[in-house]
């Protein structure tokens, strides 16, 4: 049982790395303060974009998030010394989400479930994080597929709600570009021996982002438009670890094209 204890984060840091980001989230609910409209203008071009408590509040948990799984990580025996950076970024990314779904979600009852639903993955996210510093921890096969699989879902759930609040075209496309390639790099690290793809991780979110600008006006559902994303991430993805693991370039593109199309055909006929 000790054994084990020594793979899991201190329960009071967690608790308070917790309180502190749901509670960014809940005051989005319970305060009302005015928006703040951020306007630029050039010659035969005028961009305007509201900036809401929801917004700043979203900015601030993803901030508590990194900073509090940093001051989490700290206290990891097998850490010694070396940066977390790898270790906080999906956490973080998880924490920006959470409030960009809750940001359009209804208030009452769906609301709430959102919350809770959105405080279970957030501790989740930071538990497979600390137990993922140790590959010699009991369960880091597990916690590493589990990051693997969120890190795709939390994908799924951007794009969605990014469609669902129909944000504008400037927004959707960096945004887009930022969350593929992250999830890309996290998932690369995770399978490759904790080995940076930049390049790949470039390329996919690029690939991502210009698929997000041509599908941006198509008359497609949020779940397919979701979907038609996801499908290029996660064949891309798998495409560049099994060429690092000299895998048959046929049977590379074999493995991805088979996701790809699983993906797609899923889009078809889900709406």
């Given amino acids: 049982m000790q054994e084990e204890a020594r793979y899991l984060p201190n329960s009071d840091r967690l608790g308070v790395l ?19 409209i951020l306007s630029l203008q050039f010659p035969g071009f005028y961009f305007s974009y509201p900036i809401t408590l929801g917004t700043a509040m979203t900015l601030v948990a993803a901030g508590l998030t990194a900073t509090g799984m940093d001051w989490l990580l700290r206290g990891h025996a097998s850490l010694q010394g070396q940066r977390t950076i790898e270790h906080w970024l999906l956490p973080a ?10 940001d359009i979600l209804p208030s ?22 600390y137990v993922s510093v140790d590959p010699g921890a009991p369960s880091y096969a597990l916690a590493s597929a589990g990051l693997i699989a969120l890190s795709y879902a939390l994908f799924l759930l951007f794009v969605i709600a990014l469609h669902i609040a129909g944000a ?31 390049p790949w991780a470039i390329g996919i979110g690029l690939v991502s982002a210009q698929l997000a ?19 290029p991430l996660y064949a891309l993805t798998t495409l ?14 074999s493995e991805s094209s088979v ?8 889009a078809i006929f889900l709406h």
Avoid: K
């Fill in 93 to 102: 990314l998880t924490a920006f989400i959470t409030g960009v779904v809750l």
């Fill in 18 to 36: 917790t309180a502190a980001v749901l509670l960014t989230y809940a005051l989005t609910r319970l305060v009302n303060a005015p928006g703040l």
């Fill in 240 to 253: 560049a670890y099994n060429l690092d693991e000299d895998i048959p370039l046929r049977n590379a593109i």
């Fill in 213 to 231: 600008a041509g599908l941006h006006y198509w008359p497609v559902s949020s779940l397919q438009f979701g979907l038609i994303l996801l499908g």
């Fill in 259 to 266: 996701i790809l199309a699983a993906m797609w055909v899923a």
């Fill in 108 to 129: 009452g009852s769906v609301w709430w479930i959102g919350f809770a639903f959105g405080a279970g993955l957030l501790v989740a996210v930071c538990l497979a994080e």
């Fill in 168 to 198: 504008r075209l400037f927004l959707l496309v960096p945004a887009i570009f930022l969350a593929g390639g992250l999830v890309a790099l996290r998932t690369l690290h995770l399978r490759l021996s904790a080995r940076w793809e930049f």
